[in-house]
């Protein structure tokens, strides 16, 4: 059963740069066939999708945030990572990585992480 | 960008009423690409009806999904306590970015 964890810092300050790790457990995010996404709740609430990744060359962020976002994956490790820079108040959210098939059939998120929450504040 | 609207914000019902909830788009959905999720508090989303009526692995047939092109719904009949959570429609097509509906609260 595969399982997924986010790890990064629960607090950051204005202007810098978030750093989050998910591992991979229970299976290889190298075995082909999964998109590997990040997802955020806000306080509010509200879901955002961040983006995905399925390697090095395939990439998808959500327009409102691709100035400011990058993923890459790790291969070695079992895991993706995502940066988001230039952080503000409005980015305090729970963080989430998921998985999803790249089948368009079966293209929804299948496979959560607990989420991190991440506060931004001086 | 794909807008979804959920409705009601909130349903208050009674153990073993049904409840029914709306997803509606702002443009049309091929394929019926289409999820909805079910969140407790404090936990992660949890997968319940994908492709717009196939229900998840594992997820009890009193969860059932229906619609097409711009109107869907979620439909919970012999309501339990412990299905007081939040429902949130997703839509996974062609059309990026995928997006989330705001979520309908429901309270038993």
């Known amino acids: 059963q595969v399982q997924l964890q986010e790890s990064g810092p629960g607090l950051v300050k204005p202007s810098q740069t978030l750093a989050l790790t998910c591992t991979v457990s229970g299976g290889s995010h190298n075995s082909g066939g999964y998109s590997w996404n990040w997802v955020r709740q806000f306080p509010g609430k509200g879901l955002e999708w961040i983006g995905y990744i399925f390697d090095s060359e395939n990439v998808y962020y959500s327009p409102s945030l691709k100035s400011r976002v990058s993923m890459s994956v790790d291969t070695s490790k079992n895991e993706f990572s995502l940066r988001l820079t230039s952080l503000t108040a409005a980015d305090t959210a729970v963080y989430y990585c998921?998985?999803?098939?790249?089948?368009?059939?079966?293209?929804?998120?299948?496979?959560w992480g607990q989420g991190l929450l991440v506060t931004v504040s001086s | 960008e794909i807008v979804l609207t959920q409705s009601p914000d909130t349903l208050s019902l009674s153990p073993g009423e049904r409840a029914t909830l709306s997803c509606r788009a702002s443009q049309r959905i091929a394929s019926d690409y289409i999820a909805w999720f079910q969140q407790k508090s404090g936990q992660a989303p949890r997968v319940l009806i994908y492709?717009?009526?196939t229900r998840a692995a594992g997820v009890p047939d009193k969860f059932s999904g229906s619609g097409s092109d711009t109107e869907f719904t979620l439909t919970i009949s012999r309501l339990v306590p412990e299905d007081s959570a939040v429902y949130y429609c997703?839509?996974?097509?062609?059309?990026?970015?995928?997006?989330f509906g705001q979520g309908t609260k429901v309270d038993i």
């Open positions: 492709g717009a009526f």
């Open positions: 997703q839509q996974y097509s062609n059309s990026l970015p995928w997006t």
């Open positions: 998921a998985r999803a098939n790249l089948l368009p059939q079966s293209r929804h998120f299948d496979v």
